[in-house]
């Protein structure tokens, strides 16, 4: 039981140039969520998805996309990566809304 | 939307003093209250959470408290040690409802000295 991995752990990126962020879980969880954490920001919410089939924007979902691929696998996608974006991105999944979220180890991404 | 404020943003105590950090949340829907901890390098981890119908919950040197009519809870770590330096996170949330997305504070980065 492996909980909640994201690949890649770290990445650097040239600005403009795309990526996907993956995560999955492996506990059934209905409901997963992308944060970015920026120092003294805390954790910002970017996108969710309550149910396997929806997805919503959180606090901070500009430059982002994601997938729900399935319901232990939900992906984040930078189109065209800026240096705004450098940051460390967490995934989490939770059994319901609201409920308690488990985090994954983060990936820090820096973009040049 | 729901709003967690969390103080102070850095404590600094002894090894064996007790530490406290406060949250206060905004939403009187909000009915659950966890609280994380992230070590240098790695994901938040749920230490310890609350639901709105207990006042008080314990396990081993860690509590937390809840006051609904105050909208506030804190956690309380006692006999520190240097183990315990890390940055704690509160948030609230409302199970079961539509919205029901966790809203986090600040954070709090705690440092024991030996």
């Known amino acids: 039981n492996a909980g909640v991995t994201q690949t890649p752990k770290f990445q650097v990126l040239k600005t403009g140039q795309s990526m996907t962020l993956q995560c999955a879980q492996d506990?059934?969880?209905?409901?997963m969520y992308w944060y970015r954490q920026d120092p003294g920001m805390g954790l910002r919410l970017i996108y969710y998805?309550?149910?396997?089939?929806?997805?919503d924007k959180g606090e901070v979902p500009n430059g982002y996309n994601v997938s729900r691929l399935n319901k232990r696998e939900f992906s984040l996608r930078l189109e065209s990566a800026a240096p705004s974006q450098t940051s460390v991105y967490f995934c989490?999944?939770?059994?319901?809304?609201?409920?308690?979220?488990?985090f994954g180890p983060g990936t820090r991404l820096l973009v040049l | 939307g729901e709003n967690v404020e969390q103080h102070p943003s850095t404590l600094s105590v002894q090894e064996g003093d007790s530490a406290v950090i406060k949250c206060t949340y905004s939403?009187?829907?909000?009915?659950?209250f966890p609280w994380y901890k992230q070590e240098l390098g790695k994901g938040p981890q749920l230490i310890i959470d609350?639901?709105?119908?207990?006042g008080e919950k314990k396990d081993q040197r860690i509590a937390v408290t809840l006051n609904k009519t105050a909208k506030h809870f804190s956690l309380h770590i006692t006999e520190t040690q240097p183990e315990d330096s890390a940055v704690y996170f509160c948030?609230?949330?409302?199970?079961?409802?539509?919205?029901?997305?966790?809203?986090f504070g600040q954070g709090t980065i705690l440092t024991v000295h030996p």
């Open positions: 989490a999944s939770s059994e319901f809304r609201g409920e308690t979220q488990y």
């Open positions: 948030a609230a949330s409302e199970i079961g409802s539509s919205y029901g997305k966790l809203t």
């Open positions: 609350i639901r709105s119908n207990v």
């Open positions: 939403d009187s829907a909000s009915n659950y």
């Open positions: 998805s309550a149910s396997e089939g929806t997805t």
């Open positions: 506990m059934n969880h209905n409901s």
